[in-house]
């Protein structure tokens, strides 16, 4: 219902004046959504950073705390229930 039918991110910022990700991917109405980084893309290596994160439409954009700890970072984003 709404919105993109392929979960995707589509643009990634990074701020080094405050140190901050911004993240937009494509998204669906009244869906929620959770944010997971990883250093190497291993299966069970995702740390899930934020949870719950309400659709804003059709894309959705959000500013990630500071996340420290290793100069590469891979993020995924998944839909959840």
Do not use: C, H, M
């Not at 934020?50 to 959705?60: H, L, M, N, R, V």
């Not at 959000?62 to 590469?72: N, Y």
């Amino acid at each position: 219902g709404g919105g993109s039918g392929e979960l995707a991110i589509t643009a990634i910022s990074y701020d080094t004046n405050t140190d901050q990700t911004t993240l937009t991917w494509n998204s669906r109405n009244s869906a929620n959504y959770s944010i997971d980084i990883s250093v190497n893309l291993g299966f069970d290596g995702w740390d899930e950073v934020i949870d719950a994160i309400p659709s804003q439409g059709e894309t959705t954009k959000i500013q990630l705390p500071s996340l420290t700890g290793s100069d590469k970072l891979f993020f995924r984003v998944r839909e959840i229930q």
